[in-house]
């Protein structure tokens, strides 16, 4: 992740190299190319799911659909950025790929964790503020919201090309804990305050304190809505922490030989990062009964002008005549 003083170009033993060889090469790209593949069909599924459904343009899943253009940019740009950089051999070096890996790497790592903090701020006003949630996170302060996580992480990002290489590595760690602390402290509190409001109104149904039947269906829901953010929050951080704990370890080996072994490894552990890109929407759809509910018109509506399509058309009509 970090620049190197050392140049990709000259010649080194194989074992003192970061670059992939042969059968670890071919197999690193077919996995980024599975990987960016299920990364791109499976966001663009929930893009479009919610698009299609006015039951689904929420506030709620506005902030999802952020997190789920920040995975689909994943499989269009992170995962053909690192075929390209194993291929060309130029892990690790001054090149313009490896320096554009570094600004997307930092760039998604962003967006993703502050608007996992999002998320999880809506849930928790969702279930603490039950009267007030509509009033205090409008569509506006929604948008506001959006638009500022996505053009800080790209200002943010910009350090990465004006890092000395001598102090990269630094840079990165601090990155990484900046972009880990901040959001997931965030988390934490809203986590901490949803459980307990959760627990306060289970107890108030079983006691019948509130049997309105619309209270606790929607109840209900925030709840569920609330254990999908943090399984894809679990999901990341099982993901992510190996990367965190590589980049301190980088930091601890001066031997140029163990750093590039570091580097090796990185490299599959990048790979492991971002699978949590691919893995959301399934979340998303598994769990959410809304979502698995506009997915099954919109492929019966695809499946439905698809066969029509077929039917008129003039040249399938003259074969089938013939």
């Known amino acids: 992740m970090n620049n190197s003083s050392r140049n990709n170009n000259a010649v080194e033993p194989w074992h003192c190299t970061a670059n992939l060889q042969g059968f670890e090469q071919l197999l690193f790209v077919v996995l980024n190319v599975l990987s960016g593949c299920l990364t791109i069909f499976g966001n663009i599924a929930v893009l479009f799911t919610v698009y299609s459904s006015q039951s689904l343009q929420t506030v709620s899943n506005f902030l999802i659909c952020s997190l789920s253009i920040a995975d689909f940019l994943v499989g269009v740009v992170v995962n053909p950025l690192y075929i390209a950089i194993v291929i060309l051999k130029v892990w690790v070096s001054s090149h313009v790929l490896y320096l554009a890996e570094n600004y997307f790497w930092v760039q998604s790592l962003f967006v993703t964790t502050f608007s996992l903090a999002a998320i999880s701020v809506d849930r928790y006003l969702a279930i603490t503020k039950v009267f007030r949630y509509e009033a205090i996170l409008t569509r506006r302060?929604?948008?506001?919201?959006?638009?500022?996580?996505?053009?800080?992480?790209?200002?943010?990002?910009?350090?990465?090309?004006?890092?000395?290489?001598?102090?990269?590595?630094?840079?990165?760690?601090?990155?990484?804990?900046?972009?880990?602390?901040?959001?997931?402290?965030?988390?934490?509190?809203?986590?901490?305050?949803?459980?307990?409001?959760?627990?306060?109104?289970?107890?108030?149904?079983?006691?019948?304190?509130?049997?309105?039947?619309?209270?606790?269906?929607q109840n209900i829901y925030n709840r569920k809505a609330a254990v999908s953010v943090a399984i894809i929050i679990g999901l990341f951080l099982a993901l992510y922490t190996p990367n965190f704990?590589?980049?301190?370890?980088?930091?601890?080996?001066?031997?140029?030989?163990?750093?590039?072994?570091?580097?090796?490894v990185w490299l599959w552990i990048n790979w492991t990062a971002f699978l949590s890109s691919a893995s959301n929407p399934w979340v998303y759809t598994l769990r959410n009964r809304r979502f698995r509910k506009s997915l099954k018109i919109i492929w019966k509506r695809y499946n439905y002008f698809k066969s029509n399509t077929v039917l008129n058309d003039p040249h399938v009509c003259s074969t089938d005549h013939n």
């Not at 890092?163 to 601090?174: H, Q």
């Not at 459980?195 to 606790?216: L, P």
């Not at 370890?249 to 031997?255: A, D, G, P």
């Open 245 to 264: 704990v590589v980049s301190i370890v980088e930091i601890s080996f001066e031997e140029h030989c163990k750093k590039m072994f570091v580097y090796k």
């Open 141 to 217: 302060r929604c948008a506001v919201t959006i638009f500022s996580i996505w053009v800080v992480s790209f200002v943010f990002s910009s350090i990465t090309l004006i890092i000395e290489p001598e102090d990269a590595s630094k840079l990165w760690v601090t990155s990484n804990a900046l972009t880990i602390c901040i959001p997931f402290a965030v988390i934490g509190y809203s986590y901490f305050y949803i459980y307990q409001a959760a627990q306060r109104q289970s107890r108030s149904i079983t006691d019948g304190s509130k049997t309105d039947r619309e209270m606790i269906r």
